[in-house]
């Protein structure tokens, strides 16, 4: 049981480039984030999709867009990368809304030069 | 929005001994709060979540309160153990505009660490 699975784990990036972060979850779950996380700063919620085949920004969704590709798949595409998106991406997933844990992947370690 | 308060300072603590720690909000009253472990390098883990309407909840070593009054969290380790040295995390649900998906805002972690 793989829980939440997220690709690459380390990524280097040029300013300028695009890349997409994948995530899948195997677990049934409803509803998946993405979330930054930067030191002093803590979890920000970047976007979220409540259920599949809807998206909506989070606290921070700047510079960044999303895909539900369908129910196990929530993709994060960075189109024009920048130095302030260097970060630590976590995806996670839950069943269903409110109330119910989170289940975090193992995060993809971005840096921007 | 919600804001979350944890102390930033790490927390020492000797093996055996409670480690409490805090977990302070303001704005709205969440209907829950929930619990996490985060290992260097890893992804955050849930550990407990307690209602609105539960002072107290337990999970073998683990006790979390919940003061709505005080808006106030307390996180604690019973005879802990060096294995319990992590950042731990604690999150209330984001009020959204539509009220839909579980989202969480998360304070910033308390770090411990627990010395043999």
């Known amino acids: 049981n793989a829980g939440v699975t997220q690709t690459p784990k380390f990524q280097v990036l040029k300013t300028g480039q695009s890349m997409t972060l994948q995530c899948a979850q195997d677990?049934?779950?409803?509803?998946m984030y993405w979330y930054r996380q930067d030191p002093g700063m803590g979890l920000r919620l970047i976007y979220y999709?409540?259920?599949?085949?809807?998206?909506d920004k989070g606290e921070v969704p700047n510079g960044y867009n999303v895909s539900r590709l369908n129910k196990r798949e929530f993709s994060l595409r960075l189109e024009s990368a920048a130095p302030s998106q260097t970060s630590v991406y976590f995806c996670?997933?839950?069943?269903?809304?409110?109330?119910?844990?989170?289940?975090f992947g193992q995060g993809t370690r971005l840096t921007v030069v | 929005s919600q804001k979350i308060e944890q102390n930033s300072e790490a927390l020492n603590i000797q093996e055996g001994k409670t480690a409490t720690l805090t977990c302070n909000y303001t704005?709205?009253?969440?209907?829950?709060l929930q619990w996490y472990r985060q290992d260097p390098g890893r992804g955050p883990v849930f550990l407990l979540l307690?209602?609105?309407?539960?002072k107290e909840k337990r999970k073998e070593r683990l006790k979390v309160t919940f003061d709505t009054t005080l808006k106030q969290s307390l996180f604690h380790i019973t005879a802990s153990q060096p294995a319990d040295s992590a950042t731990y995390l604690c999150?209330?649900?984001?009020?959204?505009?539509?009220?839909?998906?579980?989202?969480?805002?998360f304070g910033g972690g308390t770090r411990l660490m627990v010395k043999p």
């Open positions: 704005n709205y009253s969440p209907a829950y």
């Open positions: 999709s409540a259920s599949e085949g809807t998206t």
């Open positions: 996670a997933s839950s069943d269903r809304p409110f109330g119910t844990e989170a289940f």
């Open positions: 307690i209602r609105e309407n539960e």
């Open positions: 999150a209330l649900p984001t009020r959204a505009l539509n009220n839909a998906g579980n989202m969480l805002t």
């Open positions: 677990m049934n779950h409803n509803s």
